[in-house]
T-cell receptor
Framework: GDSVTQMEGPVTLSEEAFLTINCTYT??????LFWYVQYPGEGLQLLLK???ADDKGSNKGFEATYRKETTSFHLEKGSVQVSDSAVYFC????????????WGAGTKLIIKP | GAGVSQSPRYKVAKRGQDVALRCDPI?????LFWYQQALGQGPEFLTY????????KSGLPSDRFFAERPEGSVSTLKIQRTQQEDSAVYLC????????????FGEGSWLTVV
């Protein structure tokens, strides 16, 4: 079945460092891909999404490109801030049953000043 | 409303007590979902509604869990005879065709069973 694999955390970086959080997927159809973020004590917020190959999603300085050839959707940010500290979840929704999200395990990001 | 609204935000229940968690989806969203998220883990799917019809309840962990959406808008997740392993965050989400079916989440109801 469909699945999402993302890098284990925690990931600890200094402020202004470059961020990459890897996410790869397996899917039989043509999924849409998502990054959600969960700040401490809060619910999940959609960060960005891409619905087809080569699409780039971007928001708040974060970017991710839907790469069908490598089945990846890596999250990147050029210069992180302390306020980016959160748990980041990669997810997909399959075209056949797009009401249900398949989730990665989440990656905790810690940014030190 | 502007976003998915859930209540209560925090609930402490004694073991054996019944609880009811409410979700008010984004106005006009046809699809509504419930997820359970244990501490330090990703969300686990519980159930899905399209309007008032419950199309998938395969994720409900036991018959103590029951969800309804009688008028196709507000939904209630009910847990009967709560147990300690029910302690989790219960997330409600909604989506619609008009917004590419992207799923938007509420802030969650944090349930602690003592």
């Amino acid at each position: 079945g469909d699945s999402v694999t993302q890098m284990e955390g925690p990931v600890t970086l200094s402020e202004e460092a470059f961020l990459t959080i890897n996410c790869t997927y397996t899917a039989t159809g043509y999924p849409s891909l998502f990054w959600y973020v969960q700040y401490p004590g809060e619910g999940l917020q959609l960060l960005l999404k891409a619905t087809k190959a080569d699409d780039k999603g971007s928001n708040k300085g974060f970017e991710a490109t839907y790469r069908k050839e490598t089945t990846s959707f890596h999250l990147e940010k050029g210069s992180v801030q302390v306020s980016d500290s959160a748990v980041y979840f990669c997810a997909l929704s399959d075209g056949d049953s797009n009401y249900q999200l398949i989730w990665g395990a989440g990656t905790k990001l810690i940014i030190k000043p | 409303g502007a976003g998915v609204s859930q209540s209560p935000r925090y609930k402490v229940a004694k073991r054996g007590q019944d609880v009811a968690l409410r979700c008010d989806p984004i106005s006009g969203h046809v699809s509504l979902f419930w997820y359970q998220q244990a501490l330090g883990q990703g969300p686990e799917f519980l159930t899905y509604f399209q309007n008032e019809a419950q199309l998938d309840k395969s994720g409900l962990p036991s018959d103590r869990f029951f969800a309804e959406r009688p008028e196709g808008s507000v939904s209630t997740l009910k847990i009967q005879r709560t147990q300690q392993e029910d302690s989790a965050v219960y997330l409600c989400a909604s989506s619609s065709r008009d917004r590419d079916y992207t799923i938007y989440f509420g802030e969650g109801s944090w349930l602690t069973v003592v």
